[in-house]
C-alpha cells in the first residue's frame, strides 16, 4: 500500500501591508504551532522558513550530496530575523490605524518609523533568500557524496539509494509498521539485494504490487507499461485538437482526434496476455493473479471514476438548460426542438441494444466461446451506430444555435451524447479486436467489462439527454 503525505502549503504575499488586529491568527487563517525542540517558536506565519527547512532535509535525496550545516545556518536566522521585521512592522502599524493596500499616507501619524523597519526586514529577509539559493546551487554540485538515510529516519523514503535510481526499489519491501527503518535497520540492505516482493524481472515487463485499500492485503499484480514515447505523442496530438477548436480550423481538429484515438489504441499493442497465467510468484511466498485476470484492477477503478466525473459534466450541462429556463428573460424562445419520435425510437433502441450486448459479451459464459462474445461485441457497435444516427438527426433538427441561448445549450447536451454513442462504437470494436487477437478470455475479460461499464454509462447520459431535449418545452414555467 501505498501513502501519500500531503501537505498544504500557504503562501503569504510578500510586500502586501496586510493586517487583522482583530485576531493573533496569522492572516491565511492557521493558527501558529506550538513550540517543540526543533520548531521554536514563531509570532507569525512560519511555513517560509519551515519550507527553506524542508529544501535543505531533501537535498540529499535529490542529489546524492550532504548539506553543510554552517551556511544554512546564516540563511535561517536572515530569512527569520527578516520575516519578523517585515510582518510584525506591519501588524503594529495596523493596530496603529494605518489602512491596508495605501502607497502613501499623510506625515505626523507616527507610522513612518515602523515602515522604516518593516522595508529594512524586506530587505534582509530578501538576502537571506538569495543565499539560500546560493547555498542549495553549491550544495547540489560540490557538496560531498552522502551515505544513505543521513538523517537516520524510519521512513521507506531514506530505503533507496541516493539519489534514487529509475525503479526506486530494488525489491518492494514488507512493511510491518509507521517506520520501518527504525524497526528493521537492515530493512534498506535487504531490498537492494532483492529480498523482498518483485525482486525479480518476469519476461522483461514492468510489474508492481496492488493491495487491499484496508488491509494492505497482496490482491494482484500490475503490469505497467513498458518505456514508449506514445504517452508524449498522445498529448501533442490532444494538444493539436484543442488548437485546432480555438483557431475554428475544424478540419486540423478531426484529423488530430481520430490520429489521437488511434495512438490511444497503440498503447494497448503491448499490453495484456494471450494466455490465462494464474496466481504468479511475487516474492516472500506470496503468489497473486495478474491485474488483468483480478477481480478489480486499477483499470476497472479508473474507467469507473472516469465515467463519475464524466456524469458531473453531464450534469452541469442540464443544470445549465434548466437554469436558463427559470431565469432567462427572454423566455420561451422563439422556436422549440420539435420531437421527433422515430429517432427518440432509434436512440433508445440502440443505447439499449448496445447495453445489453456489451454486458452479454463480458460474461463469464459468453467469454468462453470466441464466436457469440464477437457478435454480441458487434452488435454492440451497431446499436452505438443506430444510436449516433438517431443523434444525428435530432441535431439536425435543433434550432438555429445563435439565436438562443436554449438552442445553443440543446445542441451541446446533444453532442455531448453523441460523442458518448461513437466513443462507445470505438470500445465495441476494440474489445472485438482484443478477442480475435487472443487476448480475451473467460478469465481475461478486462477489456470487455470496461467497455461495459461505458456503455451503460452512455445509455443513462442518452436517456437523460432525450428527457431534457424533448420534455423541457412542455414543462410549464
Not at 516472500?284 to 456524469?311: C, F, I, K, Q
Not at 436517456?463 to 412542455?474: I, K, N, R, S, V
Amino acid at each position: 500500500m501505498v501513502g501519500v503525505l500531503r501537505r498544504c502549503r500557504q503562501t503569504p504575499q510578500i510586500g502586501r501591508r496586510e493586517i487583522r488586529p482583530q485576531s493573533n491568527r496569522c492572516r491565511h487563517g492557521a493558527n501558529p504551532p506550538a513550540p517543540t525542540e526543533s520548531h521554536p517558536p514563531v509570532p507569525r506565519n512560519p511555513q517560509r522558513v519551515s519550507h527553506r527547512g524542508l529544501w535543505y532535509y531533501w537535498l540529499p535525496s535529490f542529489t546524492g550530496r550532504a548539506a553543510r550545516h554552517g551556511f544554512g545556518v546564516t540563511v535561517f536566522w536572515l530569512i527569520f530575523g527578516g520575516f519578523n521585521l517585515t510582518f510584525l512592522g506591519m501588524h503594529w502599524t495596523g493596530l496603529m490605524g494605518m489602512p491596508r493596500r495605501i502607497y502613501t499616507y499623510p506625515d505626523g501619524m507616527g507610522w513612518e518609523w515602523l515602515n522604516l523597519v518593516s522595508s529594512i526586514g524586506g530587505f534582509v529577509m530578501a538576502i537571506g533568500f538569495a543565499l539560500f539559493t546560493v547555498d542549495v546551487l553549491m550544495q547540489a554540485r560540490y557538496g560531498p557524496r552522502t551515505v544513505r538515510n543521513p538523517w537516520r529516519a524510519g521512513t521507506l523514503d531514506w530505503a533507496v539509494p541516493l539519489p534514487p535510481p529509475s525503479y526506486n526499489f530494488a525489491a518492494l519491501p514488507h512493511v510491518g509498521s509507521r517506520t520501518p527503518l527504525a524497526s528493521e535497520p537492515d530493512l534498506a540492505r535487504r531490498c537492494a539485494a532483492g529480498d523482498g516482493y518483485l525482486g525479480f524481472v518476469r519476461e522483461g515487463r514492468l510489474e508492481t504490487l496492488a493491495v487491499d485499500v484496508v488491509s494492505g492485503r497482496l490482491e494482484q499484480i500490475v503490469v505497467l507499461p513498458n518505456r514508449t514515447f506514445l504517452p508524449l505523442i498522445s498529448a501533442i496530438l490532444t494538444g493539436g485538437f484543442f488548437i485546432g477548436v480555438l483557431l475554428q480550423t475544424y478540419a486540423v481538429a478531426l484529423v488530430a482526434a481520430a490520429a489521437t484515438v488511434g495512438s490511444f489504441l497503440l498503447w494497448t499493442r503491448g499490453s495484456g496476455s494471450a494466455t490465462d497465467r494464474g496466481p504468479l510468484p511475487a516474492g516472500r511466498g506470496a503468489v497473486a493473479r495478474p491485474h488483468t485476470e483480478a477481480a478489480s484492477p486499477p483499470a476497472l477503478w479508473a474507467m469507473a471514476l472516469a465515467l463519475a466525473a464524466d456524469a458531473t459534466a453531464f450534469a452541469s450541462l442540464g443544470f445549465g438548460i434548466l437554469f436558463l429556463w427559470v431565469v432567462a428573460p427572454n423566455w420561451p424562445p422563439p422556436a422549440w426542438l420539435v420531437p421527433d419520435l422515430a429517432s427518440g425510437l432509434a436512440v433508445l433502441a440502440g443505447l439499449m441494444i448496445a447495453t445489453a450486448a456489451g454486458a452479454v459479451a463480458a460474461r463469464p459464459a459468453i467469454a468462453v466461446a470466441p464466436r457469440p462474445r464477437e457478435a454480441a461485441l458487434l452488435v454492440a457497435a451497431l446499436g452505438h451506430a443506430l444510436a449516433l444516427a438517431g443523434f444525428g438527426a435530432i441535431i439536425a433538427a435543433v434550432p438555429a444555435p445563435t439565436a438562443h441561448a436554449y438552442a445553443a445549450s440543446t445542441l451541446v447536451v446533444l453532442v455531448y451524447a453523441a460523442l458518448h454513442a461513437a466513443i462507445g462504437i470505438v470500445l465495441a470494436l476494440y474489445g472485438l479486436w482484443r478477442s480475435r487477437a487472443g487476448y480475451v478470455s473467460a478469465v481475461r475479460r478486462l477489456d470487455l467489462r470496461i467497455g461495459g461499464l461505458w456503455h451503460a454509462a452512455t445509455a443513462a447520459i442518452g436517456l437523460a439527454t432525450l428527457g431534457l431535449a424533448f420534455g423541457l418545452p412542455w414543462i410549464p414555467r
